[in-house]
């Protein structure tokens, strides 16, 4: 995004839309002959384009640019309706743990984990999640081939990302897999050790099948490792058409 300063009216309306704080508003300074302006910081802008699409640019002073690699991540990373080329879904990460009702992707003795990296207003860059990647494969993980920043990595054997897109910033990512549940209380020691490792926000994310006596193993499993868990939890209910043999 950029902010053409000979159009721009200085009247700061777009400020409050940007979610990483990345629009700079400059005072009039009449002993300098300048007029109020508002200026994007390139290196903290994660290409989100919401002040553009907010339209409260009164002069249209803001431009929605052509982006190359790999500038262009920062919009497939952060704009949800910019589609990834390689895993044709908008977004951050898969549509999985929203639909497992239907592709029974998580069986049961298993877990499915999603460590989501960076929030508005904090953001992340590409190479604080490889701090992640890098801790979980040794382990035996096997992230999810789907998920746009597994496509990312350059050694699958080490997890290292590509050169070129680790200081790219993001307005967030996440790192996907899939885990036998007896594995459970090693991958939340190690989640432990990731969260003091990162210079950025997470949330961890975690999927469990109901079982038919409505027990929930993955619960006592959290309590184990002294993790809180929200109430709040998304419940997939069943009511879509089976895309997998239950």
Not at 107 to 121: A, N, Q
Not at 156 to 172: A, Y
């Amino acid at each position: 995004m950029k902010i053409d300063q000979d159009t721009c009216a200085g009247c700061g309306a777009c400020v409050p839309y940007c979610p990483v704080e990345a629009i700079i508003f400059h005072k009039k300074d009449p002993a300098k002959r300048r007029k109020a302006f508002a200026e994007i910081d390139r290196e903290a802008c994660v290409e989100c384009s919401v002040c553009f699409k907010a339209k409260v640019c009164p002069t249209e002073a803001i431009w929605d640019e052509s982006l190359e690699w790999p500038r262009i991540l920062r919009r497939a990373f952060s704009d949800p309706f910019h589609e990834h080329k390689g895993t044709n879904v908008p977004g951050r990460g898969t549509e999985e743990m929203k639909t497992n009702e239907v592709t029974g992707r998580f069986r049961d003795g298993f877990i499915g984990v999603g460590l989501e990296f960076g929030r508005p207003g904090v953001g992340v860059r590409l190479g604080e999640t490889e701090k992640a990647i890098k801790r979980l494969i040794p382990m035996g993980v096997v992230l999810e081939p789907l998920n746009p920043l597994t496509q990312l990595i350059e050694n699958p054997q080490t997890g290292d990302l590509k050169k070129d897109v680790k200081n790219e910033k993001v307005l967030s990512a996440i790192v996907e897999f899939i885990v036998p549940i007896e594995k459970a209380q090693e991958i939340f020691a190690l989640i432990k050790v990731i969260a003091s490792e990162i210079d950025t926000v997470f949330s961890l994310d975690l999927i469990n099948k109901v079982g038919p006596d409505r027990d929930i193993p993955l619960v006592r499993e959290l309590e184990k490792a002294g993790l809180d868990y929200s109430v709040n939890g998304k419940v997939n209910v069943g009511l879509g058409r089976p895309l997998y043999q239950p």
